[in-house]
């Protein structure tokens, strides 16, 4: 499986931002789909996952709506209400266990290149 991010860029505080990522394949509606980021200095951590319906890390709840298009193999992150701390670089990533939800990186089997979001003014 591969996966293709996109959709990253310089946006300022406040703003919205919607990252793409399309995956390789015909199995796409069987996986658990996620985005995780990674600021500078920092680890890598979840941010969304999606089976049915979606899961997310505390802090973007209510800002931040993960969805998918099974018939384009793609998934979505819409990011509203921006904020400086959501500086990261976003990957998406596929799981094909089936076990639902998964938060850890190790839980994910295949992994975007990664999509750079700056929130600045």
């Known amino acids: 499986v591969q996966l293709q991010a996109s959709g990253g860029g310089l946006v300022q505080p406040g703003d919205s931002r919607t990252l793409s990522c399309v995956a390789s394949g015909n199995a796409f509606y069987k996986y658990s789909m996620a985005w995780f980021r990674q600021a500078p200095g920092k680890a890598r951590e979840f941010v969304a996952a999606i089976r049915w319906s979606g899961y997310y890390r505390e802090s973007v709840k209510g800002r931040f709506t993960i969805s998918r298009d099974n018939a384009e193999n793609t998934v979505y992150l819409e990011m509203d209400s921006l904020e400086p701390e959501d500086t990261a670089v976003y990957f998406c990533?596929?799981?094909?266990?089936?076990?639902?939800?998964?938060?850890?990186?190790?839980?994910?089997?295949?992994w975007g290149q990664g999509t750079l979001v700056t929130v600045s003014s």
């Open positions: 990533a596929a799981d094909t266990s089936g076990s639902w939800p998964r938060t850890q990186e190790y839980d994910y089997d295949y």
